[in-house]
């Protein structure tokens, strides 16, 4: 099993730029979720999806829309990039929202904003 | 608020020496907490979880703690060895909405 994958790895944009992180898990799970990470900062929810068609907002969702068309797939859109949104980007996925349930995380998507 | 303080927020020390990390937490109600382990460039993984009722748990060189009257919990490093250089992020999940609050790490350097 490849686990988490994230693709790219480094991505440079300039402000107002669109484009899509892409995420995808081999592991069969329902829950998935994006998160950034900034530097003094611990990581923050930006969206996240109970399974196929299922998505919500987590803490920090503006500026950025996902979709859920399949279990193994779960994109993250940035509408049009802004400075603010330089950050390190983690999917992460999970059997489920049970308590007991661990996050498996991918290896991340640097994200340089111009 | 639901708060995870975690201190100190960077450690040195020499290999083969132990070290205790430190997770102040406020989260309520309480559910669980992990303890992850980031290495650079790389994606958070789970070293440890910790119930209610648990007061400590091993894995390998890595002890958690928690005392969940004081609502604190610890991770110590065994022997440390170079690979243990990484950040080390506590995490707590709320009961009932089953939220998740991340501390924002301690960093922690392992010289030779």
């Known amino acids: 099993n490849a686990g988490v994958t994230q693709t790219p790895k480094f991505q440079v944009l300039k402000t107002g730029q669109s484009m899509t992180l892409q995420c995808a898990q081999d592991m069969n799970h329902e829950y998935m979720s994006w998160y950034r990470q900034d530097p003094g900062m611990g990581l923050r929810l930006i969206h996240y999806?109970?399974?196929?068609?299922?998505?919500d907002q987590g803490e920090v969702p503006n500026g950025y829309n996902v979709s859920r068309s399949t279990t193994e797939d779960f994109p993250l859109r940035l509408l049009s990039a802004a400075p603010s949104q330089t950050s390190v980007y983690f999917c992460a996925s999970s059997p489920g929202t049970t308590y007991y349930n661990e996050q498996f995380f991918g290896p991340g998507t640097r994200l340089t904003v111009l | 608020k639901n708060q995870v303080e975690q201190s100190p927020q960077s450690l040195i020390i020499l290999e083969g020496k132990n070290c205790t990390l430190q997770?102040?937490?406020?989260?309520?109600?309480?559910?669980?907490l992990r303890w992850y382990k980031q290495d650079t460039g790389r994606g958070p993984v789970s070293l440890t979880i910790m119930t209610f009722s648990e007061n400590t748990k091993s894995n390998g060189r890595y002890t958690a703690t928690l005392d969940a009257d004081t609502k604190q919990s610890s991770l110590h490093i065994t022997a440390s060895q170079l690979s243990d250089s990484a950040s080390y992020i506590c995490?707590?999940?709320?009961?009932?909405?089953?939220?998740?609050?991340f501390g924002k790490g301690t960093r922690l350097h392992i010289l030779p």
């Open positions: 999806s109970v399974g196929a068609g299922i998505t």
């Open positions: 997770c102040n937490y406020t989260v309520s109600p309480f559910s669980n």
């Open positions: 995490v707590v999940r709320k009961n009932r909405d089953d939220k998740i609050i």
